[in-house]
């Protein structure tokens, strides 16, 4: 089965940045549109951030301006930049490879079901301090 690995979680202070990796082992993320999630205590998993095998992105508007994904692949990582950190984005954050290569669906909606996305990676925690 296709593993993706989460990486660089912490805690930070209201205001303080965090860059999150998803990195896969053992397969290639290039034909990939790649998702990251967020869970929230008492909360359903949410979309956060999605971009396409062709590097299209899409954010969430709570992080829009906040958070960058980028896509590294010589490293066949990709990553989620997040600055100006709020303690309402304190969340278990969640990689995961697309059923699709793309972030959009053919009405332009985003796809953020998490039934479109195939391979999950174990997630990695970010705190928020306010």
């Known amino acids: 089965q296709e593993q993706l690995v989460e990486s660089g979680g912490g805690l930070v202070h209201s205001g303080g940045s965090l860059r999150l990796s998803c990195a896969a082992p053992?397969?290639?993320?290039?034909?990939?549109?790649i998702g990251w999630f967020r869970q929230a205590p008492g909360k359903e998993r949410e979309g956060v951030s999605c971009i396409s095998s062709y590097d299209e992105t899409w954010y969430e508007d709570s992080v829009k301006g906040r958070f960058t994904i980028s896509r590294d692949r010589a490293k066949n990582t990709v990553y989620l930049e997040m600055n100006n950190l709020k303690p309402e984005d304190t969340a278990v954050y969640y990689c995961a490879t697309g059923l699709r290569d793309v972030c959009r669906s053919g009405s332009n909606r985003p796809i953020t079901s998490e039934s479109d996305y195939g391979s999950w990676g174990q997630g990695t925690q970010v705190t928020v301090s306010s």
């Open positions: 053992e397969f290639t993320l290039d034909y990939y549109a």
